[in-house]
């Protein structure tokens, strides 16, 4: 009877961190898989978070993956770049104590992506991809094309919110699932992104803007651990329904 022979050093086959940096896109190798510091997962650089070493010896997202310098790579959740921080996984990575990760680290990202929501909704309100006002939206849903997603200020009133539900129940029914409800974002930040004044409802109409910007709301919500499709979320909230990103 043979049996195989165990392996006398189980943790040789654990790579050193360090071997995990790389210059970042447009730097390395075309199409190359990146590996997360914590999870040692990989998978394609659109999908994951870069982080690099500032001036000062502090540790930087890079959420656009263009900062030189040789970066470190992360599952992009709060709860693994939490993981990371704890474990000082960029100290080893960077081989350095210097790397000093902010115990705000996570939030700093956070904000970070809320900011890249803003400009995505921004840039997709200047490409005509959005609606805004509860007349225009309401309007946008019944046409014949729809709408792509619902835009709802997270501090509008609860009463807008089932009229707009309301609406998405007449123009698609059962299939009202299908339209993501992004209410992530405040009046004050809605205003900020398409340059006017008391924005409570808005919609994304089909083009390339808005696609672009529910490729942002979607990483956002990832890595805040919240549901990224309606079919996740279940009901909309107080209602009934519910990635390159380094390219533009």
Same mark, same amino acid.
Request: hydrophobic fraction near 45%; charge should be neutral.
């Given at each position: ?8 050093? $189980?943790?040789?086959?654990? $790579?050193?961190?360090? @071997?995990? !940096? ?10 190359? !898989?990146?590996?997360?510091?914590? @999870? ?23 959420? &656009?993956?263009?900062? $030189? ?18 474990? &000082? ?28 929501? &803003? ?33 709802? #200020? ?11 539900? #309301?609406?998405?129940? &007449? ?8 339209? $993501? ?11 900020? #992104? ?9 919609? !994304? ?14 990483? !956002? ?28």
């Amino acid at each position: 009877m043979t049996g195989e022979t165990a392996d006398p050093n $189980p943790e040789a086959a654990e $790579p050193d961190p360090s @071997t995990l !940096l790389d210059s970042g896109l447009g730097r390395g190798r075309a199409n190359a !898989l990146r590996t997360c510091l914590v @999870t040692r997962v990989s998978q394609a650089p659109g999908g994951m978070i870069r982080f690099v070493l500032g001036p000062d010896g502090a540790v930087v997202p890079d959420l &656009r993956a263009r900062l $030189p310098g040789r970066g470190a790579w992360l599952t992009p959740t709060r709860a693994v770049l939490n993981e990371a921080v704890k474990r &000082r996984a960029f100290q080893r990575a960077f081989k350095t104590k210097e790397a000093a990760a902010p115990a705000d680290l996570a939030d700093r990202v956070a904000e970070g992506l809320r900011a890249d929501l &803003r400009q995505s909704l921004s840039l997709a309100n200047k490409a005509g991809c959005v609606v805004a006002g509860f007349a225009k939206v309401e309007s946008a849903i019944g046409d014949k094309a729809g709408v792509a997603a619902v835009i709802q #200020a997270s501090d509008g009133s609860a009463d807008g919110r089932r009229k707009i539900v #309301a609406a998405l129940h &007449r123009r698609h029914g059962s299939a009202i699932s299908c339209i $993501p409800v992004i209410d992530d974002l405040s009046n004050t930040e809605l205003d900020m #992104a398409l340059g006017r004044d008391h924005v409570i409802h808005a919609a !994304l109409v089909a083009g390339v803007g808005a696609s672009g910007c529910l490729a942002r709301w979607r990483r !956002l919500r990832s890595f805040e651990g919240l549901a990224t499709t309606a079919e996740e979320a279940g009901p909309v909230r107080d209602g009934q329904a519910a990635f390159d990103l380094h390219d533009d």
